[in-house]
T-cell receptor, first 114, second 106 residues
């Protein structure tokens, strides 16, 4: 089956710094990728839809200037958390697929901001 | 927007027991999927089940779209079944349910 990878698996950064998370589709091309955030013991919430070659679409309440998304190729989307603060600490998961009803999820990236 | 509620929120079972997890959604949907999130956070696809019943080993799922619910059955539970189970309604995006946290005791 299709595989989606994320890098890094976990990252610790200091408050005020920026961190970049990569999402790759390993054996297929994806014009659209999705980014989710999951706080401890909570559900997954969609943050934004990443579109290859165009601007990302953000869900209501998600700060686009804080969570920068770049979908530079058909196999790579990146999420940059800018000026991170402790409240940004969370588990970030991406997904990609050939169509909306057939998504494959990455293993997630655990971000801790100290 | 569509609301997706799961019950029970928490469940503790003895190994070998059976259980039923429920997913209710607030509006008509065409697609629904069940996932198991393992202790490391990886989402594992269990069933893509817009309607009807499917079975895979000890797991089976039933969706009654007209009544806006889906059920996941786990039979003869094992400790490796522990984790969080999510249903997700699929529109142009995935809308995840509130989850059921399952712990199976040896």
């Amino acid at each position: 089956g299709a595989v989606v990878s994320q890098h890094p698996s976990w990252v610790i950064c200091k408050s005020g710094t920026s961190v970049k998370i990569e999402c790759r589709s390993l054996d297929f091309q994806a014009t659209t990728m999705f980014w989710y955030r999951q706080f401890p013991k909570q559900s997954l919430m969609l943050m934004a839809t990443s579109n290859e070659g165009s601007k990302a679409t953000y869900e209501q309440g998600v700060e686009k200037d804080k969570f920068l998304i770049n979908h530079a190729s058909l196999t790579l989307s990146t999420l940059t958390v800018t000026s991170a603060h402790p409240e940004d600490s969370s588990f970030y998961i991406c997904s990609a697929g050939l169509r909306p009803g057939e998504q494959y999820f990455g293993p997630g990236t655990r971000l801790t901001v100290t | 927007g569509i609301q997706v509620e799961q019950s029970p929120p928490d469940l503790i079972l003895q190994e070998g027991a059976n259980s039923t997890l429920r997913c209710n959604f607030s509006d008509s949907v065409n697609n629904l999927q069940w996932f198991h999130q393992n202790p490391w956070g990886q989402l594992i696809n269990l069933f893509y089940i817009p309607s009807g019943t499917k079975q895979n080993g000890r797991l089976s799922a039933t969706t009654v779209a007209t009544e806006r619910y889906s059920l996941l059955y786990i039979s003869s539970s094992q400790t490796t079944d522990s984790g969080v189970y999510f249903c997700a309604v699929i529109t142009y995006k995935y809308i995840f349910g509130t989850g059921t946290r399952l712990k199976v005791l040896a």
